[in-house]
């Protein structure tokens, strides 16, 4: 596969201060918390209880919005990583670290929710023999190494194409999951997709889309902040270096006109002095170092004399 | 092919003159081997039964060596710039590495399978479906380690950081291998060979994904 240079930004800058809200995020902020108390109304006293399940059956107004949304998280991750390698675009880099990172929040809650509904009804909190279980941890844990891996890496271009890598080797693990209780229906005791068999009816089936409603809702909006986010981040880094080259830059004009201005300084102590300056660090040293040779050559010859 | 054979002859040669991955990687899971005999009380019908599972486990630990190893020597003269310069195509270098790491870790299988059956008093049922399985396990082992072993490369965290991305991405593979195993070694009443079809299909699917990101990750080192 041919190699591709990360391109710059192509997203129209974000005023620094500005921080990551606007008025339509805090519409949809604000939709959001509606939402989520309409929805709690809805789970907990407008449904009724399961026969059997009884009132853990309410879980599932979580559980299965969140581990639906997940698979958008991990996707955004893994288109914003195929962008990165084809077109070398910081921006889908930026995307791919939000959905990456609200995928994982969301997988954190879909076995967390899972953990808490499966101990009442399987009574046990954790089956290791459960294939459903078992894969949704290890995707969790595939993009947990994803996120720690982008904190080892310093240079954003080096980071932005080996993590694209990673996103891409762990979206692999998206389908196993998805059918796992399909492929592994004897070894699992997670039910098939309660969606798909036509169970559920009237208003917890509402209720059910609801929460995918809010959920999606609350995904969008953390999405568009942390993408916003990551931008300013980004800008930051940017900005802090192109600091450091003009500092860099204004020192080495200074020593010049200095130089200029004094001209009977040794041309040893000028090229000492040049360890300072700016552009090539190797060179300044290497300078000072001919320099440092050369006067100590001088002094050899003094005591001879 | 012939640049494939090469860097896997390379990596072998290295191996064989250093002597590092026999010395120290091998006594290594052979001493695992015998910590689980200790905490599992020397109790041998555990032991028996759950040998297919301690057997991957200690391979999965042993490959995380021998990948470190294979990417060390690599580091430490800056040879990956050689292999750039070399010519060879990215996806070539990645086959010839990961073809090094699997012979290595298919050497260590051997000895660790004999372990298990004077240790554990293990019986293999079915050698064929040992063979086959391990084949492919080993495949996918070692290409998806190759791929993760360079992506570690460059950072101070690499002893850190590899174990934490590869041992998510081979659980699909351990459990195939544990329960291939479990039919071979007639631990357990499974179909081992369409486990060991899945061990082939990660074989195949890492060995690609590899070969395709090899390249890339390469340009960075």
Known sequence: MPTTTVRQPEAPAIEPGSGTGSPKTRILGIACLVGVVVLFVFAFFLTEEDQVQGDVVRMIYVHVPVAIIEYFGFGIAAVGSVMVLWRGSMWWDTAAVAGAELGLLYSGLMIGTGVIWGRPTWNTWWEWGDARLMTSLMLFLVYLGYLAYRRTVPDAETRARRSAVIALVGIINVPIVNRSVEWWANQTLHQQSSLSDGRLEDLTLFTLAMGFVVFGMIFVWLLIHRFRFGWLERQAEMHGLEAALAERRAQRDADIDESLAHPGVSEGDDMRGGDDMGGSDDMAAGSGDVGEAADGAGQQSGDQA | ?221
């Open chain 2, 1 to 221: 092919m012939h640049e494939i054979v090469a860097v896997a002859t390379k990596d072998l040669r290295i191996e064989w003159r250093s002597k590092v991955v026999a010395s120290q990687v091998l006594p290594f899971a052979v001493i695992v081997l015998v910590l689980f005999g200790l905490a599992l009380d020397a109790d041998r019908g555990t032991l028996r039964t759950f040998t297919p599972g301690l057997f991957w486990v200690t391979v999965l630990f042993v490959a995380i060596l021998a990948i470190q190893r294979s990417v060390a020597v690599e580091t430490a003269s800056s040879a990956f710039e050689a292999l750039r310069l070399s010519g060879a195509a990215g996806w070539k270098v990645f086959l010839g590495k990961a073809m090094a790491v699997a012979a290595q870790l298919a050497a260590i299988e051997v000895v660790m399978l004999l372990g298990v059956i004077i240790l554990y008093r293990t019986s293999v049922a079915d050698p064929m479906l040992v063979v086959i399985s391990a084949v492919a396990a080993t495949i996918a082992i070692s290409t998806a380690g190759s791929l993760y072993g360079v992506l570690a490369v460059g950072m101070g965290v690499r002893d850190t950081i590899l174990p934490m991305l590869l041992l998510p991405i081979l659980a699909p593979v351990l459990v195939a291998a544990t329960r291939a195993f479990d039919d071979a070694l007639n631990t357990a009443a499974v179909n081992g060979w369409t486990w060991t079809v899945m061990l082939a299909c990660f074989a195949v699917l890492y060995a690609i994904i590899g070969s395709v990101a090899y390249a890339v990750v390469l340009e960075d080192t």
